[in-house]
């Protein structure tokens, strides 16, 4: 069930992520700003978001959660993690997306995407400043996403009548990001 799932969501082959069949929930692996694997996001599709009513159920009720590494044992500071550093290539430009369903849309497309799993992207700037790449921030359509446009050379919001990325048919995601690196050129 969970794998028609993530087909249905338009979850790649390539996309790093774990099927546990078993207990129908997906492992989509993090990895911090060397490369190394330091969490992961388990999604569960028949859970809940973490908002309002739902907000201090178990973890396992709820739709997603994040589990990542601490920088070290005596601080509980977790360490910056991320989806999609797998994308990475030679070419000049990167998107930054919220999140992970975002991510793996372009990742089916076939572009490199990280999904920074925030729309609050400060403690991401050097990075992105240091990859020395184009950076094309595909925003929700939301007001919290405006945050975004702080690390973006290029910055693009989901138009009506979606409010992520992850809501849109991939051949629609197809067509506006050849229209996106087509206008940027």
Avoid at 52 to 61: F, I, L, S, V, W
Avoid at 91 to 111: M, P, Y
Wanted: glycine share 6%; proline share 5%.
């Amino acid at each position: 069930m969970i794998k028609e799932h993530l087909k249905e969501r338009d979850v790649p082959e390539s996309a790093a992520v774990i099927v546990a069949e078993e207990d129908n929930f997906a492992y989509f692996i993090l990895y911090n700003l060397s490369g190394k694997i330091v969490g992961m996001q388990r999604y569960n599709p028949g859970g809940h978001k973490e908002r309002g009513k739902h907000r201090n159920r178990p973890k396992e009720e709820l739709r997603y959660v994040t589990s990542v590494t601490r920088e070290n044992s005596e601080r509980n500071i977790p360490q910056l993690a991320m989806y999609g550093l797998h994308t990475l290539d030679e070419r000049q430009f990167v998107f930054v997306v919220e999140g992970v369903f975002d991510a793996v849309k372009l990742e089916s497309v076939g572009v490199p995407v990280i999904a920074i799993l925030t729309n609050a992207p400060k403690k991401f700037r050097n990075f992105f400043f240091a990859l020395g790449k184009t950076i094309i921030v595909w925003r929700d359509n939301d007001k919290a996403s405006e945050e975004m446009r702080e690390i973006a050379d290029f910055s693009v919001i989901t138009p009506p009548p979606y409010k992520d990325l992850g809501e849109v048919p991939l051949e629609e995601v197809r067509a506006w990001t050849e229209y996106i690196l087509w206008s940027i050129k």
